[in-house]
């Protein structure tokens, strides 16, 4: 009988040990390209999250990759392969839409609010309306992008609901630098691309190039652009270890705003860009982007996908969208 006593006794201290080690010490992120993903840059490049980690007491390694799209990193988090994705609306609200049943995917934070832009070389196009069956739009995904929801969006309010898809054929799924490549460089069918900054900066600088259209103004002001979003598996089995990551992507917008000249020093050398400091500087400035954790109109691209059939899963309540622990007050 002492035996078994003793054995419990020892256990009380084996169990505790057990679950301190029970969370991940290698944490999986995946970033696309473009200036928007600046925050993630900063916690890649400074080791924000192994630094909020330590304050955590775990010793975490972060494992970085880089998509060209949504639906790639999607792929990864539903196989396992991917801790933490990072993209635009469309994929995000994609993936939360098909998991509620089973895995709940859900954002995490949102990382940004800036404008898109539909930029085109075709001297022809003026607005949407002048897009033919000979024009190639490029965008990180067909259809379901955030680009793609927002021409959807835009379609509809200029020729009716039942002609949102009218550019859905024109749509050619492309990563921002190729599809950059491809309009500019006038050897392909692409003619036109629905990207973000800094791309869309670098094209307009172009004398050939001119902007169609602007999603704020089809939002009817400014809206998140891009979020993070991770697993109920993984968020419930490492709570430290997404409170790191929060805390360290808070710590690298908050360097952005204290001082976008050192950001925009972090993201040349990172992305090996050939943008000038100026222009990146003047990105990260813009007052039309702006840097924060908090979404906005994110319920009203829900809605629209809803309504296009794009996403069958409903909400009101933006704290369905994300897990616990976001201060959402405001947000929207």
Not at 91 to 98: D, E, R, S
Not at 288 to 297: F, R
Request: glycine share 8%; proline share 5%.
């Amino acid at each position: 009988m002492q035996s078994w006593k003793t054995i419990a006794a020892a256990l009380l201290f084996v169990i505790p040990a057990c679950v301190a080690r029970a969370e991940t010490n290698v944490v999986r992120v995946a970033k696309q390209y473009g200036v928007s993903y600046l925050p993630l840059t900063i916690m890649e490049v400074e080791k924000l999250i192994e630094k909020r980690g330590k304050r955590e007491g775990l010793d975490l390694r972060t494992e970085w990759t880089q998509f060209t799209g949504g639906s790639g990193m999607n792929d990864a988090i539903l196989s396992g392969n991917l801790d933490f994705a990072s993209g635009g609306v469309g994929p995000m609200l994609t993936i939360w839409g098909k998991t509620r049943s089973n895995i709940d995917v859900r954002a995490v934070a949102a990382l940004n609010c800036m404008p898109l832009f539909l930029v085109t070389v075709n001297p022809k196009v003026k607005t949407i309306a002048d897009f033919t069956d000979k024009d190639r739009i490029a965008m990180p995904l067909a259809k379901t992008s955030i680009q793609a929801v927002t021409l959807r969006m835009a379609a509809g309010k200029a020729f009716g609901e039942d002609k949102a898809g009218r550019f859905d054929p024109l749509e050619v799924s492309m990563g921002h630098p190729d599809a950059m490549a491809a309009m500019l460089g006038g050897h392909s069918e692409i003619d036109a691309h629905f990207g973000s900054a800094p791309f869309q900066d670098q094209e307009l600088a172009d004398p050939r190039a001119h902007k169609v259209l602007d999603s704020y103004d089809v939002l009817g002001g400014p809206h998140t652009f891009n979020l993070v979003w991770s697993s109920r598996k993984f968020v419930d089995a490492n709570p430290k270890a997404t409170k790191a990551f929060r805390e360290a992507l808070d710590d690298a917008i908050a360097l952005i705003k204290s001082d976008p000249a050192k950001a925009a020093a972090i993201f040349l050398n990172a992305d090996k860009s050939k943008l000038s400091q100026a222009a990146v500087e003047k990105m990260i400035r813009d007052p039309q982007n702006e840097w924060t954790t908090k979404p906005k109109k994110l319920l009203a691209y829900l809605d629209y996908m809803n309504k296009a059939g794009l996403v069958a899963a409903k909400t009101n309540r933006l704290g369905d969208l994300f897990f616990a622990g976001l201060d959402l007050s405001g947000a929207n």
